[in-house]
């Protein structure tokens, strides 16, 4: 069994170095010669820039190197997080592209199946006497029936017999004695 101690060191060990979060975004703390600066990779490097532009005015070329120091350490940081950024971006658009492609070969191989299925299968023919509005739409022309085109059918009833009339061609009810 570990101890605590062990397990708070392995913890700390881990966190000295960010393990491939955005580094871009990333707010970092820098202990530098004139205190803590803390921000982003590019405001770090902002600033340090300025310390070292002030240190050069003043005259302190030891400062001066030092800002400068610490100003190309982010910057080296920050270029290679953008060239992860950037290889990251290539193999996202290659995958892209490759699944593009795979899309299209099934998209084409699909149409090409139902050609060939459609070419295979004779054409059903329209009946002789039906009206030629009444025959179905062809796949190929794109249109939808609609109810208004459909042809309609009509429903007859028989009409209702009523015991004090005689029912349709026949004679009238004989009256009971």
Known sequence: MKS???RSRNKNRNNNRPSGG????????S???EGKVRGTPQQI?????????DAVLSG???NAENFAQHAEHYTR?????????????EEQEKQNRERQAERDRERADRLKAQEEAAAAAPAPAAPQD???EAAAPSEDSGLVETPEEAPKKRRTRKP??????PPEGGAAPEAAE
């Open 4 to 6: 605590s101690r062990s």
């Open 22 to 29: 955005n580094i871009v975004n990333r707010v970092f703390d």
């Open 31 to 33: 202990s530098g010669p």
């Open 45 to 53: 490097i902002e600033k340090y820039n300025q310390l070292h532009r």
């Open 60 to 62: 302190d070329r030891v």
């Open 77 to 89: 940081m920050l270029a290679e997080a953008q060239k992860e950024i950037d290889a990251k971006r």
């Open 130 to 132: 039906a009206p030629a």
């Open 160 to 165: 209702k017999t009523r015991p004090d009339q």
